[in-house]
């Protein structure tokens, strides 16, 4: 999903939303280390789990300096 599913106004539709939303957290957090857990246990959504996740491990742009 990546969060491009935007919330919706509607309480029925709002329900469904926030179910989905629910088992796309499950499934996420089902296949994470526990080090990666402790990094995404306070969030709320699958969007904010993904986006933690890509940060975390998504190589920046910037060249990595080995320093002795």
């Known amino acids: 999903m ?3 599913i935007p919330q919706p106004k ?3 539709e709002l329900d469904e939303w926030k ?3 629910l088992d796309a957290c499950m499934e ?3 296949r994470l280390t526990d080090e990666q857990i402790d990094l995404v246990k306070d969030l709320e959504t699958s969007k904010e789990i993904w986006d933690a996740l890509k ?3 998504e190589p920046s742009d910037e060249p990595q300096r080995i320093t002795p």
Do not use: Q, S
Request: proline content about 0%.
């Open 19 to 21: 179910n989905k939303d």
């Open 10 to 12: 509607t309480a029925l």
């Open 28 to 30: 996420l957090v089902m």
């Open 2 to 4: 990546k969060g491009k």
């Open 55 to 57: 940060e975390r491990h």
